[in-house]
């Protein structure tokens, strides 16, 4: 072979993946079926999804490395009961993937685990999706390198099945989860999101379960780890069976290093019997483990700071309706007393705790512009969110 021919070869080897492919699947496309191209896709290869509705169009996804979009109004993967490999409607066995502008709907497997999506190793974002009618939305397997992260997306209506529980998103002993912008509501016996992580970054959603809402507990980390949560509207429907919002260290501690730090949170309780809006098993975890509410605001009947290790500065409590979760009221009057009434964040290792969005509805963040006095709570603005409110057990537009 000639010596400049092999040099352009390595040259163009060294550059990456060649000639990656944009495969279209629509109904009127040359690919049909999403399963099609989940056959052909090669990895780096980017697969572009048309509206409409693919029903029992499941698939496993065999690439190390792929992109899939929804193009234009959302599709809908309507599994009707049918997931892949017996697990979910997408499968990731490995590699690092991103899911966009997809709708995922009706997972039923034999062992009642059927997800939306099955992530087992690697990378895997998902962003403006739908999760709806699953016996989990996302559920993840346990490797330790395993890193999921979920922005701007929807977890809603848990079946109303009673042989197992269903979590809205359930993420297993993987190495991180991070979860901005996002919306759960509708949970039944399960919990809204369960995470084993070890590392977790909860941000800005709306984590309120609404008024069809019979979910367990809100926010779980029952093995501990480290849990930064910032930023969040956690609520409990009256009708939960479990008057807990937030739970840590239930089952002890797995991961070496262990903290539940919580700040500028407004939880709410809309039930008459008192909650606990954050529980922690001390008593189950390291002696080192580190315990922070800072900024938090809490609304209804129950008990938080004073059931919690740790140090704790600038929470706040309000009477049962104060806020209106119901028609997503969750601002501070410009002439609140709670103006000015905060734990100053200045110390370099607490930066991770200063909130710089909100969440935005119907769903995802917008930037937050620093206040001249800060309140406590997940909204620094005095107006609504939005004119006209819908109830938050509604669909969002």
Not at 24 to 32: F, I, Q, S
Not at 38 to 45: F, I, Q, S, T, Y
Not at 362 to 373: H, N, W
């Amino acid at each position: 072979m000639p010596r400049s021919l092999l040099l352009a070869l390595v040259s163009l080897a060294a550059a990456g993946p060649l000639c990656a492919a944009t495969l279209v699947v629509g109904p009127h496309e040359a690919l049909t079926r999403i399963a099609d191209a989940a056959r052909l896709a090669r990895d780096g290869d980017t697969v572009l999804i048309r509206p409409g509705t693919y029903t029992g169009d499941v698939t496993v996804w065999p690439q190390k490395s792929l992109e899939i979009r929804g193009v234009g109004d959302r599709p809908v993967l309507d599994a009707g009961g049918a997931v892949a490999d017996g697990k979910a409607i997408w499968v990731f066995s490995g590699g690092d993937f991103k899911v966009r502008n997809i709708a995922f709907r009706g997972a039923r497997a034999a062992d009642h685990n059927g997800a939306g999506i099955r992530f087992e190793r690697g990378r895997l974002e998902v962003r403006d999706c739908l999760f709806e009618d699953n016996e989990h939305g996302i559920l993840t397997a346990n490797f330790a390198d395993a890193e999921l992260t979920v922005v701007d997306s929807v977890f809603r209506d848990a079946p109303r099945d009673t042989r197992a529980l269903h979590h809205l998103l359930y993420a297993g002993r993987i190495g991180r989860l991070s979860v901005e912008g996002s919306r759960f509501h509708g949970g039944y016996q399960g919990h809204l999101l369960k995470s084993r992580a070890r590392h977790n970054d909860i941000r800005y959603n709306l984590l309120v379960d609404g008024q069809a809402g019979r979910a367990s507990y809100e926010l779980e980390f029952p093995e501990g780890g480290v849990a930064v949560v910032v930023g969040n509207v956690i609520g409990q429907g009256a009708d939960s069976a479990n008057p807990t919002l937030l739970a840590y260290g239930a089952e002890g501690a797995r991961w070496p290093d262990n903290r539940l730090l919580m700040a500028h949170n407004t939880l709410i309780s809309e039930g008459w019997r008192p909650a606990l809006f954050a529980r922690v098993w001390a008593d189950r975890l390291p002696p080192d483990t580190r315990f922070v509410a800072r900024n938090n605001l809490t609304v209804g009947l129950g008990v938080f700071t004073l059931a919690l290790p740790g140090w704790h500065q600038g929470n706040h409590a309000l009477p049962p309706g104060a806020l209106d979760p119901q028609r997503l009221d969750f601002t501070l009057a410009a002439g609140s007393l709670l103006r000015g009434r905060v734990s100053r964040l200045e110390q370099a290792d607490e930066a991770a705790l200063r909130p710089t969005a909100e969440f935005r509805f119907p769903v995802g963040r917008t930037p937050l512009v620093e206040p001249s006095r800060w309140v406590p709570g997940a909204f620094q603005r005095a107006e609504a969110m939005l004119p006209g409110l819908p109830a938050v057990s509604g669909p969002p537009p």
